[in-house]
T-cell receptor, first 109, second 116 residues
Framework: GENVEQHPSTLSVQEGDSAVIKCTYS??????FPWYKQELGKGPQLIID?????GEKKDQRIAVTLNKTAKHFSLHITETQPEDSAVYFC????????FGQGTRLTINP | GAVVSQHPSWVICKSGTSVKIECRSL??????MFWYRQFPKQSLMLMAT?????????EQGVEKDKFLINHASLTLSTLTVTSAHPEDSSFYIC????????????FGDGTRLSIL
């Protein structure tokens, strides 16, 4: 079955700097790659997603890139703000989502 | 749009009791609903997948008689933890997906279950 590896497990950046989180997947048939943000005590919130027929997608300060050949995809957050602090999960899907291990992002004021 | 409501958000109960958790899609019809379990500082573990009107499909290692799932309508799924014990204490999260291939999955805010 699908296996998703996510790195780093923790990431600390200065406010205003960029943050990058990377994921790799094992099943080349996966065709949908969402990113979720989870704040403490809450459920995951979908922040951006990309499908396998697209290489890059951007939504304001958030962007996702997909390299199907290498089977990896990345989340980029620019101009980080304290409210970006949370745990971020990547996932890959054919039918059901398979999640990465999560990245705890801390934005330092 | 795409709001999933989960209730209750927090439950504390005695060992041996059964607990029901509700998951509702408020503004879309959820063809498929998912139930996850999350331990502290860990990722989400899929417990089961349910399609409206059908029996749930459980992941390996998840006891179907322990975790009863009902998906009776396109907007409601329930998870009942039967005869709960302290080891069942966890954060349970539901998710819903609409009709059509590869629709996004939207999550509820989870239920923290504590069994004394």
């Amino acid at each position: 079955g699908e296996n998703v590896e996510q790195h780093p497990s923790t990431l600390s950046v200065q406010e205003g700097d960029s943050a990058v989180i990377k994921c790799t997947y094992s099943d080349s048939a996966s065709n949908y790659f969402p990113w979720y943000k989870q704040e403490l005590g809450k459920g995951p919130q979908l922040i951006i997603d990309i499908r396998s027929n697209v290489g890059e997608k951007k939504d304001q300060r958030i962007a996702v890139t997909l390299n199907k050949t290498a089977k990896h995809f990345s989340l980029h957050i620019t101009e980080t703000q304290p409210e970006d602090s949370a745990v971020y999960f990547c996932a890959a899907s054919i039918r059901e989502l398979v999640f990465g291990q999560g990245t705890r992002l801390t934005i330092n004021p | 749009g795409a709001v999933v409501s989960q209730h209750p958000s927090w439950v504390i109960c005695k060992s041996g009791t059964s607990v029901k958790i509700e998951c509702r899609s408020l503004d879309f019809q959820a063809t498929t609903m998912f139930w996850y379990r999350q331990f502290p500082k860990q990722s989400l573990m899929l417990m089961a997948t349910s399609n409206e009107g059908s029996k749930a499909t459980y992941e390996q290692g998840v006891e179907k008689d322990k975790f009863l799932i009902n998906h009776a309508s396109l907007t409601l799924s329930t998870l009942t933890v039967t005869s709960a014990h302290p080891e069942d204490s966890s954060f349970y999260i539901c998710s819903a997906r609409g009709e059509g291939g590869n629709q996004p999955q939207h999550f509820g805010d989870g239920t923290r279950l504590s069994i004394l």
